[in-house]
């Protein structure tokens, strides 16, 4: 890569750091394009003085495949995918010139990541923390989502702590009237991105669909589809090549248009390609969903939910990461480890679902255990037919949601921190 010339060089970096896809769609992108209508920044303005940058982080609820879909948004500058992250903190120079000066942002992953990062590169360091802020010491101003984060730092942090609210919180109002679906009653599918949460999810939700569609006749399905995961995925988990597949009666569906699936029992499912799907979510009555950044997303919609766990399957996952991931990954060590951590999570488990561990209270349902296509599609029924109680459902993830401008708070922070000397006619700081 040719060095530019130094006089045209951006004299800061903003580096946004993070992990999944879920985080990419409702942190990541949100505060980039904030950012980027606050500031002048590279790529969008090529003559800026800053420039905005993305380093994905080793995670494993990471599918690998999170730098092409952030690189479709033209946000970034650079971006650097999580498999380099290692280079990068050992040789940042081959990921650059970098700046002299700069600011690391932590928007998702393990928090020490940005510890190291912000080490390396000497920049400055924020952290947005959901839940907690695990390393204050290490941090320049510390973004917490609200009281229960700011207060668990120790008195002599707590200055640094500034409650910016939660970024959810500023998912559009008008989603529900972008691309209006055709009239009927949809449900929304979300079997997850990862390949072993897709292992699992497709054929249970495909024979729940199934189920369903027999209980209520006019149920219309939609699944969203993430970016980082391809409809031939999809079809091959919900097919033969999956094991846990041959377990349900849907069978591997046909694709009988780009974006519509139908199951062997005549069900259509529309594919939602467009991400973030919120225009199409805000329309459902319902979803079904699994654990994940999903259920924050909709319950910033306000989309009741019920979220499901069959842990008869946790035997499947390889998405464990240290040593257990490693025993996990072994074919004689690889039941055992599912029936152990089976056991462990039903002892264990506390709330799994965002809105549940934000209110700390069984907001939405959760399903754990040997759950069935044919109790959950019970159950959903039940629920579409009490629209009361789906309304009641839904006015209690909107009293959860916070006022709006978190995004805009947090923008602030970014653009304090930033190096005095980018003075406020470089930044365009608007008033």
Not at 235 to 264: F, K, M, V
Request: charged fraction near 20%; aromatic fraction near 6%.
């Amino acid at each position: 890569m040719q060095a530019l010339p130094e006089s045209i060089r951006p004299s800061a970096a903003i580096v946004l750091v993070s992990n999944g896809p879920g985080e990419l769609s409702t942190w990541v992108r949100p505060l980039a394009q904030r950012l980027h209508r606050q500031i002048p920044l590279r790529p969008e303005v090529p003559t800026a003085a800053c420039s905005l940058k993305l380093l994905l982080v080793p995670c494993p609820n990471g599918t690998g495949q999170e730098h092409r879909a952030a690189a479709a948004w033209g946000l970034f500058e650079r971006i650097v995918p999580a498999r380099q992250f290692w280079s990068l903190l050992l040789r940042p120079k081959r990921f650059g010139p970098w700046p002299r000066q700069g600011l690391v942002v932590f928007l998702g992953g393990d928090q020490f990541w940005t510890v190291l990062l912000s080490a390396r590169l000497g920049y400055r360091h924020l952290t947005y923390a959901e839940w907690v802020a695990r390393w204050p010491r290490w941090n320049d101003r510390i973004a917490a989502m609200g009281p229960l984060a700011a207060d668990q730092l120790a008195p002599r942090w707590a200055s640094r702590c500034t409650v910016v609210g939660d970024l959810m919180a500023d998912l559009s109002e008008s989603a529900r009237s972008e691309a209006p679906l055709p009239a009927g009653e949809w449900l929304a599918l979300l079997p997850g991105s990862k390949r072993a949460k897709l292992r699992v999810g497709m054929p249970f939700l495909l024979e729940t669909a199934d189920r369903l569609a027999a209980l209520r006749p006019g149920c219309r399905f939609l699944l969203p589809l993430a970016p980082t995961t391809a409809v031939e995925e999809l079809l091959n988990q919900a097919g033969p090549a999956n094991p846990i597949a041959r377990t349900y009666r849907s069978g591997q569906p046909r694709l009988l248009a780009p974006d519509l699936l139908e199951t062997p029992a005549g069900t259509t499912i529309r594919l939602v390609r467009e991400n973030p799907a919120y225009g199409s979510l805000s329309q459902c009555s319902l979803a079904l969903t699994t654990v994940g950044a999903n259920t924050a997303e909709l319950a910033a919609l306000g989309v009741p939910m019920l979220v499901l766990v069959p842990t008869q399957h946790l035997h499947v996952m390889q998405a464990w990461d240290g040593l257990a991931g490693m025993l996990g990954r072994l074919p004689l060590l690889r039941w055992l480890f599912g029936v152990l951590i089976t056991a462990w999570r039903l002892r264990h488990r506390g709330f799994l679902a965002s809105p549940n561990i934000a209110a700390g209270r069984l907001v939405v349902p959760e399903r754990v255990g040997a759950i069935t296509p044919e109790a959950i599609a019970a159950e959903a029924a039940d629920w579409l037919a009490a629209p009361e109680r789906l309304e009641q459902m839904r006015a209690d993830l909107r009293s959860l949601r916070g006022q709006p401008g978190a995004v805009a708070s947090l923008a602030s922070l970014v653009q304090e921190l930033l190096p005095p000397e980018l003075s406020a006619s470089d930044l365009n700081i608007p008033n």
